[in-house]
């Protein structure tokens, strides 16, 4: 593709933030079983955006699909009622939607987006054909180009009618100039689209216009805006306000000079001083109109229209049009114009939120990590001999300072909402019940809750497995549920809070829970059982089901029953040094509970060493660190190692054994105990000697160490400390699963 990256990047971003939005409105309509008038607003906004952008890019299919879509709308929008095409309607949309998404899945592998999007453009046609005989009232067909376009001409007669008659009444009133310069953020990229966007509202009022410069498709269009304005010069005869609130609503508009012309200013371009041959009552509006008319017919076909969303709208996921976000982002800079219809002001639109690069992101919170290091070294590596360092010590302290507020505050910039990931959930939900057969109603807790950026990738993929068992293994069809006495419609709760430095989320239903016998059969027949069943408790039963290659459905089908699924949910979750768990009653439900850390890159712990290697356990997990007695340790009678501390007894877990450390202290007299906390179970460990508490930036592991030994098990990652040394970082959840 002969594209332009950062343009490109920007349309990507955009059409994902809209199609969020669009598949946000359709849900909560179909729960009412159809579309309000703001929603069918908004719907008729967003394919509209959709299709301009698509155009400018040259997306031809995109802006075609899109271009239908608008027709149906349109429809829709001037009153025809789909009636019993409203489901047929909600699954085209769908439909459309996701076509939409596999398109941009493509252009972020760097492919074209060559779908074919005929069988869906066939299927809108039909509905089209059904919403326009259904009121049985003749009319003009939503065929190719009528839809949106025919609004503006239909509205044209009304409007030569209506100006030539208030001409007649106050021939004394003249048509006005204006030029205005509009400047967008600097940072806000495709300038030639957003100006596209005004030119197309301005196409939709009795104005007449020219523009600089001339061909927004230009391959310097952009680069030109950016550093000259996009200059419109408008000639009305009405009031300037208008047109002011079409400029200050248009998004990542940073500034608007509006300013007034004499009639004999040499500046107006010809085509606005061109008068039409028409009834000399009616001639100024009938101008104004034709010239709007052929505006439309040579700007590329209506695109641009609405700017897409900034993207708070998106993270909120509330559906506010781009007009209600521009506004209230400018403050409400819509002052009036001065009197007599002349003005001359200046308005600035203040944008509050910018697009950023994740790999930027990424890589200043690398930098702040070796900031963190340098410090260490820094620090740790001063020598004054036994010269007085107060102002070294103050230096020190002030810089420690610094360095942790700007962590804090590029953490918060990685932070979002879960809600961009809660309501895709939504989706899979809608799409499963229908096919299963099945009524399952979403709630969703928390989705405001915020974690880092690199938690909700790697979150994804565990909820999406956990709802689809959920959908697929746990909610009883409605003919079930109502034998036992419980509501037709099932119920899957979504929900996510902070605990401390932690995120729990939790996906818990109300079908009929896990069948434990039905478990432990598997477990037999697979040879995973690793203990006594006598000695298994209910939970270390329920989380069989995530070991590899277990599955109890007995039919494969497309969503589940190929046992591939929980092992991965446990598996990612591993990785960013969370934990699953699962409990289950019976007849009542299952819930699952994962715990997740809520940054990924600094923390704070404590070091300590087994022999030559050193050791860094992260200070939340820590409960206390003794010198133990002899006296306290002893085995169980199945021959495992336990501490008792304060009357209660703990599995003990010997890091030299563990890690097969060969020069490590073996007498507990000589060592230490720390005892640590899991979302398992609480549990000791023994080691040689602590060396204190620090802040350490988390690193991988490197991908060479899984080759080179057999089991990680019990290490999250490693840090560089300041004086050069490399730590191991415990993964406290996964050595509990090894007591």
Not at 59 to 84: C, N, Q, V, W, Y
Not at 234 to 254: C, H, P, Q, Y
Not at 320 to 348: D, K, L, R
Not at 695 to 704: A, E, F, N, R
């Amino acid at each position: 593709m002969n594209v332009d990256e950062s343009m490109l990047d920007a349309y990507i971003y955009e059409t994902q933030q809209l199609l969020e939005a669009l598949e946000n409105t359709l849900l909560a309509g179909e729960s009412g079983h159809r579309l309000d008038a703001d929603q069918i607003n908004e719907i008729f906004r967003v394919v509209h955006t959709i299709k301009g952008a698509s155009a400018m890019m040259e997306f031809e299919e995109l802006a075609t699909l899109s271009h239908k879509l608008e027709d149906m709308f349109a429809l829709i929008r001037d009153g025809k009622d789909p009636g019993a095409a409203w489901p047929a309607l909600f699954d085209t949309m769908f439909a459309a939607v996701s076509f939409y998404n596999a398109e941009m899945a493509k252009l972020l592998d760097k492919q074209p987006p060559n779908g074919d999007s005929l069988p869906l453009r066939e299927r809108i046609e039909e509905l089209v054909r059904l919403i326009s005989g259904d009121n049985g009232e003749a009319g003009p067909q939503p065929d190719e180009k009528s839809a949106p376009e025919g609004e503006a001409e239909s509205a044209a007669p009304e409007a030569v009618a209506g100006e030539g008659k208030e001409k007649a009444e106050e021939p004394e009133t003249e048509d006005a100039y204006y030029k205005a310069v509009v400047f967008f953020e600097k940072e806000s990229q495709m300038e030639n689209l957003r100006a596209f966007g005004i030119v197309q509202e301005l196409e939709k009022m009795d104005v007449r216009f020219a523009f600089k410069p001339a061909d927004l498709n230009a391959k310097d269009a952009a680069e030109e805006i950016a550093q000259n304005g996009f200059v419109l010069y408008v000639r009305t005869g009405g009031s300037i306000d208008e047109i002011k609130s079409v400029l200050d609503e248009t998004l990542f508009v940073r500034s608007v000079e509006l300013t007034p012309l004499s009639e004999d200013c040499g500046e107006i371009p010809d085509e606005l001083r061109a008068k039409d041959e028409a009834p000399a009552a009616a001639a100024p509006a009938a101008a104004g109109a034709g010239e709007a008319a052929a505006q439309e017919d040579s700007g590329g076909n209506g695109n641009g229209g609405e700017s897409a969303p900034q993207p708070s709208g998106a993270a909120d996921g509330n559906g506010a049009t781009a007009g209600q976000q521009a506004s209230g982002a400018a403050g409400g800079n819509g002052s009036a114009a001065q009197s007599g219809g002349m003005a001359s002001f200046e308005t600035i639109a203040k944008q509050n939120f910018i697009s950023v690069s994740v790999n930027k992101l990424d890589s200043l919170l690398n930098i702040v990590g070796e900031i963190v290091t340098a410090q260490s070294m820094v620090i740790n590596n001063a020598d004054f001999g036994d010269r007085p360092h107060e102002s070294f010590d103050m230096a020190a302290q002030q810089l420690h300072s610094l360095i942790n507020e700007l962590q804090d505050i590029v953490m918060s910039i990685r932070m979002i909402p879960m809600s961009t990931l809660f309501q895709k959930m939504r989706r899979l939900v809608r799409d499963m019940s229908r096919r299963f057969g099945k009524q399952i109603q979403l709630e969703i807790i928390g989705e405001e809750t915020e974690v880092d950026k690199n938690v909700i990738d790697y979150l994804s993929d565990p909820l999406l497995h956990i709802i689809r068992n959920s959908v697929d293994h746990g909610i009883e069809k409605p003919e079930v549920r109502r034998a036992l006495g419980k509501p037709e419609t099932g119920k899957i709760v979504l929900e996510a809070k902070m605990t401390g430095s932690d995120v729990v989320v939790t996906i818990s239903d109300d079908g009929a829970g896990l069948n434990k016998e039905k478990i432990l059969q598997k477990a037999r027949d697979k040879g995973l059982l690793t203990k006594p069943e006598s000695e298994m408790t209910d939970r270390e039963i329920y989380n069989l089901i995530f070991l590899p290659g277990f599955s109890t459905k007995d039919e494969v089908t497309e969503y589940s029953g190929r046992g591939v699924g929980m092992d991965v949910v446990r598996k990612n979750i591993a990785y960013i040094g969370g934990a699953v768990t699962v409990d289950s009653a019976p007849g009542k439900g299952t819930t699952h509970t994962i715990r997740i850390p809520l940054t990924l890159t600094i923390v704070d712990g404590m070091k300590f060493n087994v022999g030559k290697m050193n050791f860094i356990v992260p200070t939340v997990n820590v409960l206390s660190a003794i010198k133990p007695s002899p006296d306290d340790v002893f085995r169980d009678p199945e021959g495992n190692e336990m501490m008792m501390i304060l009357g209660k007894v703990y599995p003990l877990i010997r890091l030299s054994e563990f890690f097969n450390i060969h020069d490590a202290v073996t007498e507990i007299a000589d060592g230490m105990v720390m005892h640590l906390s899991s979302d398992e179970r609480d549990f000791c460990i023994f080691f040689d000697q602590l060396d204190g508490e620090y802040q350490v930036v988390v690193k991988k592991l490197p991908g060479y160490l899984e080759k080179c030994s057999s089991s990680l098990k019990g290490i999250g990652g490693c840090a560089i400390l300041g004086d050069g040394s490399i730590n191991l970082i415990v993964d406290v959840n996964g050595l509990a699963a090894e007591c």
